[in-house]
């Protein structure tokens, strides 16, 4: 069974940093490419960031570019999301999700964890 | 400002067809795969959709997806008391994935 779980999420002033993981297991971990979205108080879902499978092509949404930092370990599979110079408006809960496959066909965000809250606030 | 835009809610009653609708630009929408996911409170989202109208095995036929153009739909059929959630599409805009700004479902 596919499971992720992400940890990592607090209280962090504005202006600090926080770094969320998200610990894979149940597939090949390596295989596969990864994404972070969130979701704020109220609002629907945003894509945040992108990673591929061997980490050599990332893509961050421009909300995030130049702040937050998406990264990887294969070898203990797991996703990271560092994040530096919070704001009130990165407060939202923070999901992994996997980009799978149906046969040959790309299935963006095919699994997600349950996520993990970030609160950003003095 | 979600690039997709869904209606904020859509409602039925038990047993009626829905739709939700989700319009892009030629830049998304008209040029890459749609997709449609449902997310109830407190769980994680669940993908309905791929590739425009395909349905991942598990998910009931009464989910439909379809496209022509820049927009997108997601018909909902026999609607059931337990499909009341909050439905998101996404696609592409050159190489970033994109949301729709979510459509709340609610079975009267």
């Known amino acids: 069974e596919v499971q992720l779980v992400e940890s990592g999420g607090g209280l962090v002033q504005p202006g600090g940093s926080l770094r969320l993981s998200c610990a894979a297991s149940?597939?090949?971990?390596?295989?596969?490419?990864m994404n972070w979205v969130r979701q704020a108080p109220g609002k629907g879902l945003e894509w945040v960031a992108y990673?591929?499978?061997?980490?050599?092509?990332?893509y961050y949404a421009d909300s995030v570019k130049g702040r937050f930092t998406i990264s990887r370990d294969n070898a203990k599979d797991s996703l990271f999301l560092q994040m530096h110079s919070l704001r009130a408006e990165d407060t939202a809960v923070y999901y992994c999700?996997?980009?799978?496959?149906?046969?040959?066909?790309?299935?963006?965000?095919?699994?997600w964890g349950q996520g993990t809250l970030v609160t950003v606030s003095s | 400002q979600s690039v997709l835009t869904q209606p904020p809610s859509a409602s039925g009653t038990p047993g009626q067809r829905v739709t939700i609708s989700c319009s892009g630009s030629?830049?998304?929408?008209?040029?890459?795969?749609v997709y449609w996911y449902q997310h109830l409170p407190g769980t994680a989202p669940k993908v309905l959709i791929y590739?425009?109208?395909q349905r991942p095995s598990g998910v009931p036929d009464r989910f439909s997806g379809s496209k022509s153009g820049t927009s997108a739909s997601l018909a909902i059929s026999g609607l059931r008391s337990e499909d009341e959630a909050d439905y998101y599409c996404?696609?592409?805009?050159?190489?970033?994935?994109?949301f729709g700004g979510g459509t709340k479902l609610t079975v009267l």
């Open positions: 999700a996997r980009d799978g496959s149906v046969t040959e066909w790309l299935v963006p965000f095919d699994h």
């Open positions: 149940g597939f090949t971990f390596d295989n596969y490419e």
């Open positions: 990673i591929s499978s061997r980490g050599h092509t990332i």
């Open positions: 030629s830049s998304n929408i008209g040029r890459n795969y």
């Open positions: 590739r425009d109208n």
């Open positions: 996404a696609s592409w805009d050159d190489s970033l994935k994109v």
